[in-house]
């Protein structure tokens, strides 16, 4: 069974960091991309960060670039999410994803990813 962990949200006042993780079990983790999304209230389900399968290319929503940064290990199994410079708009729902790297890379579409966590909730403060 797969699963995907999320961990690391809180409550965090504009202007500072946190540091989202994700530990993936039941799956090959080496052979997924792995994305983040995030859902704010009333809104839709959008598209953050995704890192290739090999760790080789990155992608970055435009509200988020130059401020988040997404990296991996394999090793571990883990991705992770460097959120630095916040803003009360980043206010959301996290959600890690996993999509088969068979898949195309490149997709910032939510239908692309096999695979979702529960969720961890990031506040903002201004």
């Known amino acids: 069974q797969v699963q995907l962990v999320e961990s690391g949200g809180g409550l965090v006042q504009a202007g500072g960091s946190l540091r989202l993780s994700c530990v993936a079990s039941?799956?090959?983790?080496?052979?997924?991309?792995m994305g983040w999304f995030r859902q704010a209230p009333g809104k839709e389900r959008e598209f953050v960060s995704a890192i290739r399968w090999s760790g080789g290319s990155k992608l970055y929503g435009d509200s988020v670039k130059g401020r988040f940064t997404i990296s991996r290990d394999n090793a571990k199994n883990t991705v992770s999410l460097q959120m630095n410079s916040l803003k009360p708009e980043d206010t959301a729902v996290y959600y890690c994803s996993a999509a088969s790297k068979f898949r195309v890379w490149g997709s910032r579409n939510r239908s692309s990813y096999d695979y979702w966590g529960q969720g961890t909730q990031v506040t903002v403060s201004s």
């Open positions: 039941g799956l090959t983790f080496s052979t997924y991309h």
